[in-house]
């Protein structure tokens, strides 16, 4: 659910800010966005805990976040982004770049096909916004760029996020559909009793 609401509030903040984010700071888009950089530590966390991708690409990914979140909380004390100091605009630097790992990541969880079907593909469809957004605002200019943007935030990421908060056992190693692979019931057995096999 964070990832679901943290998405889908960037995404709200971009279509409110609209292009006043390319010129000042707003104070809006930059709660949103801090909600989305939490949301996708917690996509993160999810996919490292589960196996679905190494832990070093995860904890990579957890290091950037952290490094954008830095950014973001400061911009709360400027207006424009040439207040800001030098470090700052070194800092920044970790916004693309976890949004590159983003895309690593997914990459990683198709490959290794720990999730089965569409939600092994998904994550890397949430990560592809980085490839889709550099052309879309080269040739079509920030303005269609904001809501490309926030129509591939809400239809990826946010639905990734309900897919995994309305159905969890998704992503648990050895469980098909909620039950646990390997485990049954016993036959005429009581109070739950359950054999393991093969």
């Given at each position: 659910m964070i990832?679901?609401?943290g998405s889908a509030?960037?995404?709200?903040?971009?279509?409110?800010?609209?292009?006043?984010?390319?010129?000042?700071?707003?104070?809006?888009?930059?709660v949103t966005e801090i909600l989305y950089l939490i949301g996708v530590a917690a996509l993160a966390w999810v996919i490292g805990t589960t196996g679905?991708?190494?832990?070093?690409?995860?904890?990579?990914q957890l290091v950037l976040l952290a490094g954008a979140l830095v950014y973001s909380v400061a911009g709360f004390w400027y207006e424009t982004y040439d207040q800001m100091?030098?470090?700052?605009?070194?800092?920044?630097?970790?916004?693309?770049?976890?949004?590159?790992?983003?895309l690593v990541m997914g990459g990683v969880v198709a490959w290794r096909g720990r999730y089965r079907g569409f939600l092994r593909w998904h994550p890397l469809l949430c990560g592809s916004w980085l490839i889709v957004m550099i052309p879309v605002k080269n040739l079509l200019g920030i303005g269609v760029g904001i809501y490309?943007?926030?129509?591939?935030?809400?239809?990826?990421?946010?639905?990734?996020?309900?897919?995994?908060?309305?159905?969890?056992?998704?992503?648990?190693?050895?469980?098909?559909?909620?039950?646990?692979?390997?485990?049954?019931p016993v036959p005429g057995g009581h109070g739950g009793q359950v054999e393991v096999g093969p």
């Amino acid at each position: 659910m964070i990832l679901a609401v943290g998405s889908a509030s960037w995404a709200v903040g971009t279509l409110v800010s609209g292009e006043t984010i390319q010129t000042r700071i707003v104070v809006f888009s930059t709660v949103t966005e801090i909600l989305y950089l939490i949301g996708v530590a917690a996509l993160a966390w999810v996919i490292g805990t589960t196996g679905a991708a190494g832990r070093m690409i995860t904890s990579v990914q957890l290091v950037l976040l952290a490094g954008a979140l830095v950014y973001s909380v400061a911009g709360f004390w400027y207006e424009t982004y040439d207040q800001m100091p030098l470090w700052l605009a070194v800092v920044d630097v970790c916004w693309p770049l976890a949004n590159l790992c983003t895309l690593v990541m997914g990459g990683v969880v198709a490959w290794r096909g720990r999730y089965r079907g569409f939600l092994r593909w998904h994550p890397l469809l949430c990560g592809s916004w980085l490839i889709v957004m550099i052309p879309v605002k080269n040739l079509l200019g920030i303005g269609v760029g904001i809501y490309v943007s926030a129509a591939w935030l809400l239809g990826t990421y946010a639905v990734l996020g309900l897919r995994l908060a309305l159905r969890p056992a998704a992503v648990l190693p050895g469980v098909d559909g909620g039950a646990v692979s390997g485990i049954r019931p016993v036959p005429g057995g009581h109070g739950g009793q359950v054999e393991v096999g093969p």
